[in-house]
């Protein structure tokens, strides 16, 4: 079975220190992988995907088949990150039904 | 707001009662997805279209929910017989199918059944 895992439900960094959140996936077939944020008092929204291979707001990630991960990294977190992040898998079969991770609630410290 | 908009935003109900919820995707998108999140947990899938035709259904998708969308416009979902587990936020999301394809959440519907 498709399954997301996010190991860290809450994480704390001060401002300035660098921030990654940590995605493992499971899926048998070929998978795109995605990162979703979700500031307070917005919508769910689509931060990066791993076909893009952008720097979307400083964060990266890079899909690492071998290890079934997808963690999001950013050198210098800002205030500005403190948000809901949630990793995703897309099980490709002409349609992108989104498997979400269970979400790591990201604070930055000033 | 030409984003994706939900209504109601907030829906208590008694147990037993029906519920339906609407949602207005992006005018020109042909995808309409609706998703289910717990507190605590992520969105999970529950089923979604493509123009009017529905495509796919989680097995989470109990025989009391059902989904439509009759032109291929808005859509609703309704809920019979609800029960305190059903309560949840229910999101919706559309998209343009392509290569590229980007799903659009709304806001969500909170659902608290008492």
């Known amino acids: 079975a498709q399954r997301v895992t996010q190991p860290e439900k809450l994480l704390s960094v001060f401002k300035g220190a660098p921030v990654e959140l940590k995605c493992n996936y499971s899926?048998?077939?070929?998978?795109?992988l995605f990162w979703y944020v979700q500031y307070s008092r917005q919508r769910l929204q689509l931060l990066l995907r791993h076909i893009s291979r952008e720097s979307i707001k400083g964060f990266t990630a890079d899909l690492n088949k071998g290890e079934t991960s997808f963690h999001l990294k950013k050198p210098f977190a800002q205030e500005e990150d403190s948000a809901m992040y949630y990793c995703?898998?897309?099980?490709?079969?002409?349609?992108?039904?989104?498997?979400f991770g269970q979400g790591t609630r990201l604070t930055i410290n000033p | 707001d030409t984003g994706v908009s939900q209504n109601p935003r907030h829906k208590i109900t008694k147990r037993g009662q029906n519920v339906t919820f609407r949602c207005d995707p992006i005018s020109e998108h042909n995808r309409l997805y609706w998703y289910r999140q717990t507190l605590g947990q992520g969105p999970e899938f529950l089923t979604y279209?493509?123009?009017?035709?529905?495509?796919?259904k989680s097995r989470l998708l109990s025989d009391r929910f059902s989904a439509e969308r009759p032109k291929g416009s808005f859509s609703t979902l309704e809920i019979q017989r609800t029960e305190q587990g059903d309560s949840a936020m229910y999101l919706c999301a559309s998209s343009l199918a392509s290569g590229r394809e980007e799903q659009y959440f709304g806001p969500g519907t909170r659902l608290t059944v008492t």
């Open positions: 279209f493509q123009n009017e035709a529905q495509l796919e």
């Open positions: 899926y048998s077939g070929s998978p795109e």
């Open positions: 995703a898998l897309s099980i490709i079969q002409g349609a992108q039904k989104l498997v």
